[in-house]
């Protein structure tokens, strides 16, 4: 268990983006029935804009209040939607510049808060974890730095087959913005999706990322004699490579016509298999 590794608890922090988009665009506050502002949090922001080629006003801003938020105290990882995602992604890099000079000045060179960065957040060292739903890049032009080169922090993301904001591109972009990346997909749009295979994905990741170490094979593989529906569509194996074991993610698409499997963040599809011979394959990474 992940809590028996930290015996003073686990603190979870939920900053805010500090833009109120109703201030900004002069819409009316709106009060409470104790005559308190009511705050919209659905109506904050990291940044303004929505293309992919623009400089993102404020977002400097953003990352010296992030860091003042955490009042000097060095975080493990982080989890983020969205543009929440797209910064948390900019925080890994910025906390893997405290231990690579040579990254630091890349992103000094596009005159972005690194140094302001490290004064606030002196003990900060590169993450543990990082998992985003529905992620992009920032814009190539200002903010390619991050991004380069490929950041070394263990990453899962997750991505909606059908999602409207960001494009399949815009997906596959970030992903390989990261060395070492887990991906799960799923059958939605823009939100953060509940599915169990989802989750249960994510805690695998963040154990392994945490302690190093992974369910058992052999009760893992047990798990997948399930229905399909029971699992989504999504099936899960471990192989073990010498004491450490690796893991391999194999999804069903399309009526079980095709299925993809990831190994290391690389994607290999396999034409016309059944859920037997899906099975047997999956068997087969575990032996």
């Known amino acids: 268990m992940i809590t028996d590794q930290y015996p003073g608890g686990i603190q979870f922090l939920y900053p805010n983006g500090p833009i109120s988009l109703r201030t900004l665009f002069g819409q009316a506050t709106e009060m409470d029935g104790t005559g308190n502002d009511i705050d919209h949090l659905d109506d904050r922001a990291w940044w303004l804009g929505l293309d992919n080629t623009s400089k993102y006003p404020f977002l400097e801003d953003s990352i010296i ?7 000097g105290t060095p975080v493990n990882g982080v989890i983020g939607f969205s543009q929440g995602a797209a910064l948390g992604a900019m925080f890994a890099a910025l906390c893997e510049c405290n231990n690579n ?26 993450l543990k974890f990082f998992v985003g739903i529905s992620g992009f ?9 991050f991004y380069t080169p490929q950041l070394k922090t263990p990453s899962c993301h997750i991505v909606g087959e059908f999602d409207s904001m960001v494009s399949h591109r815009e997906s596959e972009a970030f992903v390989r913005s990261f060395k070492t990346h887990e991906v799960y997909h799923h059958f939605g749009g823009h939100y953060i999706p509940r599915d169990e295979h989802i989750t249960q994905g994510i805690v695998w990741f963040l154990q392994e990322s945490c302690l190093g ?13 399930g229905s399909p529906s029971e699992y989504g569509g999504l099936f899960i194996a471990w192989t073990k ?13 399309h009526r079980m016509t095709k299925v993809r499997v990831l190994k290391k963040g ?3 599809t396999f034409s ?8 047997s394959y999956t068997s087969s990474l575990s032996r």
């Open 266 to 268: 690389r994607e290999h």
């Open 65 to 71: 209040e992030l860091a003042k938020c955490l009042d």
């Open 101 to 126: 000079p040579a990254k630091a000045k890349l992103v000094q060179a596009q005159n972005l808060p690194v140094d302001a960065f490290q004064q606030l957040l002196p003990r900060q060292q590169s």
């Open 241 to 253: 490579q010498g004491n450490r074991a690796k893991s391999y993610l194999v999804s069903r698409r």
């Open 213 to 225: 170490s992974l369910p058992k094979v052999a009760e893992t593989v047990a798990q997948l004699k």
């Open 137 to 145: 890049r920032g814009t190539e032009e200002w903010y390619s730095s």
């Open 272 to 279: 016309r298999h059944t859920l037997s011979k899906c099975l």
